[in-house]
């Protein structure tokens, strides 16, 4: 009798436990990032205090209720761009002219290459992008909770609540970039190194204010172990240059560019494309004495100038 009992409570247990299970997973992507309004406000304030404190004031609670204001209490299929249009307002800052950086399938490179706006400002250095970078979130209709166990993919609906939030970044981003504009590839992606659809093809070219621009520098680099699919003036490397001079821009290309070789090169130090003999570099950019380094002066001030381009 006991053990009937028993059996019983331990069936009923686990029938609960998969039928909650399966009432929490609506959708195939991971959940909300747990404590994400204390990330999203201590970011804000991070950011307004310490990374870019040139970007004034801001309502950090302010721009948190905006955020979620965005997004709850509605279907997580049906959240669009201008949904965030209020906290962009709230958290818009001026980009420095020149200081723009655009990118497709490298997100950690440009992120160690931007080095939090000191180098170049690229989305994820902006106070809106910063807030908003590797985390995850959704609401649910009819509820003000957030959802924790799960939300819809890009594949599941376009017009998710993460999806939607970095069109309307990327849209606010290149409407607001000025001067000398530069976009870093991917010459080793196997998709293609300028991906369309995608948002750099679909969200910031369209916005790109051609009267405050001055130029287009395009870098396309290749992993230091990675295959060289793609190059400038090749595939869609191509399709992308004619796009923009087609649009009237002044457009340069760069393959491989040295400055990002290098940061690269810092994991593959013993890689023969990574040994400082400048031939393996691109010629634009500060100089590198020709052929393999022997004289010991000029091996020291070539590490001098590598231990300047990346410390952070
Ligand atoms: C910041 O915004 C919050 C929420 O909107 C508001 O309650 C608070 O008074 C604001 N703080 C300041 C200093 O304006
Ligand atoms: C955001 O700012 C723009 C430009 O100042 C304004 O036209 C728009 O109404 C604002 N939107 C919201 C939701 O505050
Ligand atoms: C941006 O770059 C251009 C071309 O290199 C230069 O003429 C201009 O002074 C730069 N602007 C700023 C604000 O640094
Ligand atoms: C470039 O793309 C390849 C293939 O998708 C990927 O493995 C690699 O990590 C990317 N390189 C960088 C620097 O992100």
């Known amino acids: 009798m006991k053990s009937l009992f028993l059996s ?34 201590g970011r804000c304030y991070t950011y307004i205090r310490i990374v870019n404190p040139a970007v004034g ?12 204001n965005a997004f709850i209490n509605k279907d997580p299929c049906s959240i669009l761009p201008k949904d965030y249009e209020l906290v962009i307002n709230l958290s818009l800052h001026t980009i420095p002219p020149n200081k723009s950086l655009f990118w497709e399938n490298n997100q950690l490179l440009v992120k160690s290459f931007a080095d939090r706006g000191r180098r170049y400002m690229s989305l994820g250095d902006t106070l809106f992008g910063f807030f908003g970078d590797f985390l995850n979130w959704c609401g649910q209709a009819n509820s003000a909770g957030l959802d924790y166990e799960s939300c819809p993919t890009m594949d599941e609906c376009e017009n998710n609540a993460v999806d939607s939030f970095w ?45 405050k621009i001055s130029k287009i520098v395009i870098w396309v680099v290749d992993d230091i172990e990675g295959p060289d699919i793609e190059s400038c003036g090749t595939h869609t490397v191509k399709i992308l240059e004619n796009r923009l001079k087609t649009l009237g821009y002044d457009v340069t290309c760069t393959d491989n560019y040295k400055s990002v070789m290098f940061l690269l090169c810092l994991d593959y130090p013993d890689d ?29 001030s070539v590490v001098v100038s590598l231990l300047r381009v990346c410390i952070c």
């Open 272 to 300: 023969p494309k990574c040994t400082l003999s400048s031939s393996v570099f691109s010629v634009d950019g500060s100089p590198l004495p020709d052929g393999p380094l022997t004289d010991m002066g000029t091996v020291w």
């Open 167 to 211: 069109r309307m970044a990327s849209i606010t981003y290149a409407q607001h970039s000025s001067g000398v504009i530069h976009v870093l590839l991917n010459g080793s992606a196997a998709g293609g190194a300028y991906p369309a659809p995608g948002f750099f093809a679909d969200y910031e070219i369209p916005n790109l204010q051609k009267d």
């Open 57 to 68: 004031e801001k309502n950090c609670s302010e721009i948190w209720e905006a955020f979620k």
């Open 8 to 41: 019983l409570v331990v069936v009923s247990v686990l029938f609960m436990n998969s039928f909650s299970e399966v009432q929490g997973k609506k959708w195939k992507g991971e959940g909300t990032t747990k404590n994400l309004e204390s990330i999203v406000i």
